[in-house]
């Protein structure tokens, strides 16, 4: 039985090292080599991503300083929300 391959917008946001195991998920799903590379071409690059994002969070360090980051960025994003309530 053939599973579905994910909606191709699902695949967008897919950092660099991602792409080999969603290939290889996509190939078992039944995917075509050439579905494939037009999903992985439709793709926008990296730094027009980076270039466009309001916030990046970089995870290279350890879950601490990811949950520090994430929390930080939360506190702001509630701070703009109440901020813009309160108008």
């Not at 290939?23 to 080599?33: D, K, Q, S, V, Y």
């Not at 995870?59 to 813009?84: F, P």
Request: proline residues 2%; charged residues 25%.
């Amino acid at each position: 039985m053939r599973r579905r391959l994910r909606d191709h917008r699902a695949l967008a946001p897919v950092a660099a090292g991602g792409v080999h195991a969603l290939a290889a998920e996509a190939l078992e799903a039944g995917a075509t080599r050439e579905e494939i590379l037009a999903v992985i071409e439709a793709q926008v690059s990296p730094g027009t991503r980076l270039a466009a994002a309001d916030d990046v969070i970089e995870n290279s360090g350890g879950l601490d300083k990811l949950a520090t980051r994430v929390n930080q960025l939360h506190e702001k994003y509630l701070e703009i929300a109440i901020g813009q309530s309160g108008s």
